[in-house]
């Protein structure tokens, strides 16, 4: 799906000099462009960052005056004795900015940790266009990591780019001797998919292999019956079962090498997409022990097996390690994705009128186990990509509002009319989301606004899949397709923005310049240069509050993060140009200067800007 590759350009290794050594106590931001994302003061001149917080918003020479002993002169200018090249370390130390752009940390509101950093340090295959280029990039992998093991792992194929447009098979990896050395397994680009070669297929116990997977698909031969080496869904179980799996040292590497690519964006906030208990564990571990090895603010999705209630196996925990770790969410699963047809559709797919897309679980199961999660206390974040899985869970969300308000009546009886107000407060009291809110029916649209459920998309899934999605899905249906003007005008409380990382880049740019251009990086569109369905574009300013304070919002942070404001962590980005301002086509090659996690640098040095 991704246009560009989610490799980091730098992984960090212990010499690496990013990051100044003498950090100091607090410090006042001036001569700067800033936007704040606070309405209240939305553009400001400086701030000052005492103890990891924003202490104090306001003009240069009020601040200078009130928190440093630098002594004004002639026209507001600034008397520098004895501050030269190098950092003055005092209490609170100026730092001039000279007119860089500086904006809250970045939160990516719908986004996979532990799978980047996997993603990181396996064979990339993004934007590969044939199967002959994946194997070349097998081969590259393999002379760089000679030896390393025997199971190759890599990520981000996409059967669209290619000339047949359908699934490979293991006979394409077969076909080349060396490969065939080593067992290969392929996540495609949406993580819905896996391609395999003979080897992995000769380890299942094949006579064992069900004829069918409930919420997911054994692709097999229409002619032979034989496997393919594809598996969708929750067929891919089959594969991860027998799979390697990773050492604690490699989950370590992966995190670093994750949160090292986050930090080189301007992302200090994720919204951790579907996290297994045991991973739960080694961030909270990887916390106690050592709380620079994870300067994020991590608001993490349980995930549990199948779909099912495990809250009595989770820890419910808020801000652990001042505001790095907040487990009070839980992620389920409707149906698959539309790239590899496993989006749940309420019609046939218009491509392919056989497939009407995969449920993950039968939707009568979800109702109570979405009241269980509600009862003690979490959202519920649900993936649903196709209208009849959106439809489904809005209904399993109205159901247990409904279900909620009428067993706390004691018996008294409630009117229609208060029973609907009531459910309202509800949904937005418990702000339940809908994960990616692809595709959904206009009425189910206007239904999310009206019952407070946060929709929460990825712009750049809409420029990756605009190249086919009105194939897939017809000319009416679209419309209902990656409608974001719609859901705002529908009255959705907040609008979070992601990128789904790794399925598409990490850069939150591309996501900020897909959200208001609806265009490819290239300046074009299926529609042309005005954008693909344009009327359904974000401005700049709803862009900016995507990816901060409605990212917040919608993980109930809005009070301690996403804007720059008085009381908040010190969290915030400098970047080489002005965003809000700058042409449309000059956003993609924004570059992050400086990122600042709790008022301390965590990437890039703010010594070298200002010298």
């Known amino acids: 799906m991704s246009e560009q590759s989610s ?3 730098h992984v960090p290794n212990e010499r690496d000099p990013l990051i100044g050594s003498r950090q100091p106590e607090g410090y006042v931001i001036y001569n700067a462009n800033i936007y704040t994302v606070d309405k209240k003061n939305p553009k400001i001149e400086a701030f000052t960052v005492l103890d990891g917080k924003f202490v104090d918003v306001g003009t240069r020479l009020d601040l200078l005056q009130k928190w440093t002993n630098l002594k004004l002169i002639d026209a507001g200018e600034i008397n520098f004795t004895n501050f030269t090249n190098s950092p003055p370390i005092s209490p609170i130390v100026p730092i001039d900015l000279q007119g860089r752009t500086v904006i809250p940390g970045l939160i990516d509101a719908h986004a996979h940790l ?13 934007g590969a266009k044939s199967t002959e280029e994946v194997i070349q990039r097998i081969h590259e992998y393999i002379k760089v990591h000679p030896g390393k093991n025997e199971w190759i792992t890599g990520w981000g194929w996409d059967q669209t780019l290619w000339p047949s447009k359908s699934f490979p098979t293991s006979n394409d990896l077969d076909i080349d001797p060396i490969l065939s050395q080593y067992a290969i397994s392929l996540i495609r680009i ?10 992995v297929l000769d380890i299942l116990v094949k006579d064992k292999i069900p004829l069918e997977i409930d919420g997911g698909e054994i692709v097999k031969d229409k002619e032979t019956g034989q496997l393919t080496g594809i598996f969708v869904d929750n067929a891919m179980k089959l594969i991860y079962q027998i799979s390697p799996q990773p050492t604690d040292q490699q989950l ?91 989006a749940a559709l309420l019609e046939p797919y218009s491509d392919d009128p056989t497939k009407q897309g995969l449920l993950i679980s039968d939707p009568t199961l979800f109702p109570p186990v979405i009241s269980r999660w509600m009862d003690n206390g979490f959202q519920v974040n649900t993936h649903c990509i196709g209208d009849k899985a959106n439809h489904l869970i809005i209904n399993a969300y109205e159901k247990c509002f409904k279900d909620y308000i009428l067993s706390k009546q004691n018996g008294k009886n409630i009117t229609e009319e208060e029973l609907i107000k009531e459910v309202k407060k509800l949904g937005e009291s418990v702000r339940f989301r809908l994960e990616h809110a692809q595709i959904l029916t206009l009425d189910d649209i206007k239904r999310a606004g009206e019952l407070n459920i946060i929709p929460s998309m990825q712009p750049t899934h809409a420029t990756s899949d605009m190249k086919y999605a009105e194939q897939r899905l017809g000319s009416e249906r679209i419309k209902g397709a990656y409608a974001w003007r719609s859901f705002i005008d529908a009255g959705v409380k907040a609008f979070p923005l992601s990128s789904d990382f790794p399925i598409e880049s990490a850069n939150p740019f591309l996501g900020f310049y897909a959200a208001i251009t609806r265009k490819w990086t290239n300046g074009d569109s299926p529609h042309g240069p005005d954008g693909w369905f344009p009327s359904q574009k974000l401005t700049r300013e709803e862009a900016l509050r995507g990816f901060t304070i409605d990212a917040a919002y919608s993980a109930f942070d809005e009070d301690i993060l996403g804007s720059i404001s008085v009381g908040k962590y010190a969290d915030f980005v400098v970047i080489d140009r002005d965003i809000m301002s700058i042409p449309e086509q000059e956003i993609i090659n924004t570059a992050v200067l400086t990122t600042v996690f709790g008022g301390q640098v965590v990437f890039g040095d703010f010594w ?3 010298q």
């Open 7 to 9: 490799q980091p350009s």
């Open 114 to 126: 532990m799978q980047l950093g996997d993603a990181l340090t396996s064979v990339n295959l993004v």
């Open 190 to 199: 949406d993580g819905h998919a896996l391609w395999v070669n003979g080897r």
């Open 252 to 342: 370590s590497a992966n995190l670093k090498a994750a949160i090292y690519e986050m930090h080189s964006h301007g992302l200090t906030g994720i919204h951790d997409a579907g996290v297994l208990p045991k991973i739960l564990t080694f961030y909270k571990n990887t916390i106690l022990s050592n709380p620079q090895d994870f300067n994020i603010r991590n608001y993490a999705m349980v995930e549990c097996e199948n779909n099912t209630y495990c809250g009595d196996q989770i820890e419910k925990i808020e801000g652990l390690g001042d505001g790095r770790l907040t487990i009070r969410s839980a992620k389920m699963f409707m149906d698959g994705a539309l790239g590899s047809w496993g």
């Open 608 to 610: 070298k800007i200002v």
